[in-house]
């Protein structure tokens, strides 16, 4: 996996997700973080998600969800408006749930109607 790494996006994000299984969290961190200095949108998400749940750094992940969805990665936007909504940002929240929603995530319709209060709206 990791000599795949350097060729296949998919295979960085893999070998990442390898590592945070086996507890190795700072080598899972590094290679994320490559992934993410090279565009690479397979490591925007899981290392936002790193940062956010493991790591407890949620500045930190907030920039790599933002990262993740300025490439219109849809469930960056998911995360990062699961983010701003705790952290009181419902505008913030709402535009981003919309852009997951229009980019084919399915969770954040119910979120989207949950932070707008419109459970019984179809």
Known sequence: MRAG???????RADLGHLLVDTGRIEEAREVFERGMKLGEVESMLPLGNLYADVLDDEQAGEAAYR????????????????????QGDLAGAE??????????????????????????SS
């Open 67 to 86: 990262a993740g969805a300025a490439h219109g990665d849809a469930h960056s936007h998911h995360n990062l408006a699961v983010l701003l909504e705790e």
């Open 95 to 120: 535009r981003h749930y919309r852009a997951a929603v229009e980019g084919g995530d399915s969770l954040a319709k119910r979120a989207l109607w949950d932070l707008r209060g419109d459970e019984g």
């Open 5 to 11: 790494a350097d060729h296949f996006p998919a295979a």
